[in-house]
Nanobody, 119 residues
């Protein structure tokens, strides 16, 4: 199992920046994929960015060139640097960790952190 805890959300003006952190309760070397999802009011949860244990990354088209996902293995922490924020980035951001053992895959989620971008 793994617990993940997000931090770093807040209120920012359009064009500003925020950095989200996701601290894991175990070595992230052992976690197949860690990612950030977001959910805006009335919308489905969507993938924002993900990073594999090998360092491969994946981004939603809407954030490419503005957001960067990275990992600090020594701190068991994954970051989401968000630049050039837009009001449409407003959402609750959730950290996700995927553990795969043989053929079983389990998702773990944090409680979420609110990001609000004012126009």
């Amino acid at each position: 199992q793994v617990q993940v805890v997000e931090s770093g959300g807040g209120l920012v003006q359009a064009g500003g920046s925020l950095r989200l952190s996701c601290a894991a309760s175990r070595s992230i070397f052992s976690i197949n994929t860690m990612g950030w999802y977001r959910q805006a009011p009335g919308k489905q949860r969507e993938l924002v960015a993900a990073i594999t244990s090998g360092g491969g990354t994946n981004y939603a088209d809407s954030v490419k060139g503005r957001f960067t996902i990275s990992r600090d293995n020594a701190k068991n922490t994954v970051y989401l640097q968000m630049n050039s924020l837009k009001p449409e980035d407003t959402a609750v951001y959730y950290c996700n960790a995927v553990l795969a053992v043989l053929t079983v895959t389990v998702d773990y989620w944090g409680q979420g952190t609110q990001v609000t971008v004012s126009s």
